[in-house]
C-alpha cells in the first residue's frame, strides 16, 4: 500500500523532495495557490493556506506525512506571520476536520532562527534569540509546528542556492561585492541537497528510525561572503563596481551539519565552490 503525503507549500524544493520518493510506494499531493506548474506524478491541491477554509480538493484518505515548506509573496513581517504561523494553524484545523492523523510533520525553517553575529559555531542545541523579525517569525512558526499534537522535525535550512536561485550569482555577475568585508560568515546549502536531506529523513521515519525534532541543513563549509564574492568573480572574470554594495550578511555564524551527517546523509556539493561550478 502506498504512504500519502502532503507537501503545503508545493515550490521547487518540494517538487525534489517528492520526485525522490519512490513513485511506487509514495502518493504525493501538492499544495499551491497556482498548481498549474506541478509536474505530473504529484496531485494538486490548490489552495492559500492563509484563508481559513479548508480546500475542496484536500485528500480524504489516510495522511502518512505532511511537508511544510512555505514561501511568502512578500518579506514583511506581517506577511511571514500571515503565512507561516497562521497559515500553518489552519492546515493543522484541517487535519482535525478530516481526522488525520499523519505519522510526522516535517516543518522547514531557516537559520535566521539563531542570532549569534560573531563567527560562533552553532548546532542543533545552540540557543536560538534572533534579533531580526524574520528570526523571530521562524521561532514562532517553529513553534506551531512542534505544538501541532503530532510528531514533528524542523528542517533549519542555510541559504538555498541552485536551479533557479541564482540571485546572489546574478548579483556578483553585475558587479555587486561585499567591499572586502571580512568576519561575516555565510552558510549555504543546494537545492538538490536540500531536497535529498528532506526526503532522506522521511524516508528514515517511515524505516522507523528514530529522528530528531530538530536538524541543521547546510554544506561543509560556511565561509566568509567577501571571500564567496572573489572566488565568483574570477571564475567570472568580472570586477566589483563601487558603488554596487551588497547587504551584509545577517548575522555571522558556522553552522554544523554533524547531526544530519550522523543519519546517513551527505551533501552532494560539499563547499560553495563545487556548487557554484555546476551553475557556471
Not at 64 to 72: E, I, Q, T
Not at 195 to 216: C, N, T
Request: net charge neutral; charged share 20%.
Amino acid at each position: 500500500m502506498k504512504r500519502n503525503i502532503v507537501f503545503v507549500g508545493c515550490g521547487a524544493l518540494s517538487v525534489k523532495v517528492a520526485q525522490n520518493l519512490n513513485a511506487n510506494t509514495w502518493h504525493s499531493f501538492g499544495v499551491r495557490r497556482n498548481t498549474a506548474e506541478l509536474p505530473g506524478g504529484i496531485k494538486p491541491i490548490q489552495a492559500d493556506v492563509t484563508a481559513a477554509d479548508c480546500p475542496d480538493a484536500w485528500p480524504e484518505q489516510k495522511l502518512d506525512y505532511l511537508v511544510v515548506a512555505l514561501a511568502p509573496n512578500e518579506r514583511s513581517e506581517a506577511a511571514y506571520r500571515k503565512l507561516y504561523v497562521q497559515g500553518q494553524r489552519h492546515v493543522y484545523q484541517w487535519l482535525a476536520q478530516h481526522q488525520q492523523q499523519p505519522k510526522r510533520v516535517f516543518f522547514v525553517s531557516s537559520i535566521a532562527v539563531y542570532g549569534q553575529s560573531a563567527g560562533e559555531w552553532v548546532d542543533e542545541l545552540s540557543m536560538t534569540e534572533p534579533e531580526r523579525w524574520s528570526g523571530k517569525v521562524m521561532c514562532a512558526a517553529e513553534q506551531v509546528a512542534l505544538d501541532s499534537g503530532f510528531p514533528a522535525t524542523i528542517v533549519r535550512l542555510a541559504g538555498i542556492y541552485g536551479g533557479k536561485r541564482q540571485a546572489f550569482l546574478q548579483r556578483v555577475k553585475e558587479g555587486y561585492h561585499a567591499d572586502g568585508c571580512t568576519n561575516r560568515f555565510t552558510n549555504r546549502i543546494h537545492e538538490q541537497d536540500a531536497a535529498d536531506l528532506i526526503s532522506h529523513l522521511i524516508e528514515l521515519d517511515a524505516q522507523g528510525v528514530s529522528l530528531q525534532s530538530v536538524y541543521l541543513g547546510v554544506d561543509d563549509l560556511p565561509v566568509e561572503q567577501a571571500q564567496v564574492v572573489s572566488w565568483l568573480q574570477q571564475q567570472l572574470g568580472v570586477h566589483s563596481v563601487a558603488e554596487k554594495l551588497l547587504k551584509p550578511a545577517g548575522g555571522s555564524k558556522r553552522c554544523s551539519n554533524a547531526r544530519a551527517k550522523a543519519t546517513g546523509w551527505k551533501p552532494k556539493y560539499t563547499d560553495y565552490q563545487q556548487g557554484y561550478l555546476e551553475l557556471i
